[in-house]
């Protein structure tokens, strides 16, 4: 899982249920000084949330960005359900079209996601596309270490014995063996928090799609929308190799942030939001 330097949101950052017609969305939101130049809605990844994006709010508004980070359907303190079928890639793709809808008053939405979150912000758009919604609700797609498919062998292994062992230890006990030396401080204490208001349902239905969402880079690329794919320098869940060529069939924008690994926005959040700006603010009819 992510690990944001900080959980606390910082002056100028709200939190608070953003309502769509698809039901309410806990989020980080800010917003800049000025008129906003553009919207950012931030998706986290597996066994993430919402302060996975923490660090970059801040950054973000400075660069005349409103930035919205939200906690998915069962993810941390957005409500979830125990219905298997709310955790497909569709259900969940159409939530992200939902919180995007209820956000892009002023305009398209820079859809960004992160791992599991960029395979679920994909298929957003995919579903937009295939529903010839005109104009699209998204100006352009960001991947933060997601890529084409499924997960890595490696990676594979851990959601599987995660699927198997969360059922029968259930999510305290897990944790426990997972960490058996309790860590002191308020990060640690967050990071167990998190993963105990996460809905089991949620993390066997999103472990489903890391080990069997398929590669749609063909269609993504036909749909014509600016992508940007960003890594850190090393990855184990989407080999950076593979993000090369991924973005190199995509004709995408490529950002590569140095000292960073699967969690460059947790990480690394300075050059991680300097290249998300940077992209947004050089995409042709940008304001910025």
């Not at 709010?57 to 069962?74: E, I, K």
């Not at 679920?120 to 998204?138: D, K, S, Y």
């Not at 030396?181 to 990071?191: M, Q, S, V």
């Not at 989407?238 to 699967?262: K, Y």
Request: glycine share 12%.
């Amino acid at each position: 899982m992510s690990r944001p330097p900080f959980c606390v949101p910082p002056v100028g950052v709200r939190a608070y249920r953003l309502v769509t017609r698809r039901g309410d969305f806990a989020v980080l939101d800010v917003e800049p000084a000025g008129e906003p130049i553009g919207t950012v809605l931030l998706v986290p990844g597996y066994t993430g949330s919402k302060e996975d994006f923490i660090a970059l709010l801040v950054p973000l508004s400075a660069a005349g960005f409103r930035a919205v980070a939200v906690d998915g359907r069962g993810q941390y303190e957005t409500v979830g359900t125990r219905a298997r079928a709310s955790y497909g890639i569709g259900a969940l793709a159409e939530d992200v079209l939902a919180q995007a809808d209820a956000l892009g008053g002023a305009g398209p939405v820079h859809l960004v996601g992160h791992s599991l979150g960029g395979l679920i912000a994909r298929g957003a758009v995919l579903r937009a596309v295939a529903a010839r919604r005109a104009p699209l609700p998204f100006a352009s797609l960001t991947l933060i270490a997601s890529g084409r498919g499924r997960v890595a062998p490696l990676q594979r292994w851990k959601v599987r014995m995660l699927a198997v062992s969360l059922p029968v230890l259930g999510a305290d006990l897990l944790w426990r063996l997972l960490n058996p030396r309790a860590e002191p401080g308020e990060i640690a204490d967050f990071l167990r928090r998190r993963w105990l208001a996460n809905a089991p349902t949620q993390l066997l239905g999103t472990g489903r799609l890391l080990l069997r969402e398929p590669d749609r880079v063909a269609r993504l690329a036909a749909a014509g929308l600016p992508v940007h794919v960003v890594s850190g320098e090393r990855d184990g869940a989407w080999p950076v190799p593979t993000l090369d060529r991924m973005a190199e069939e995509l004709g995408a924008h490529r950002s590569v942030i140095p000292g960073a690994e699967h969690s460059p926005n947790a990480e690394q959040p300075g050059a991680t939001a300097a290249a998300l700006a940077g992209f947004w603010t050089g995409l042709p009819g940008a304001d910025g």
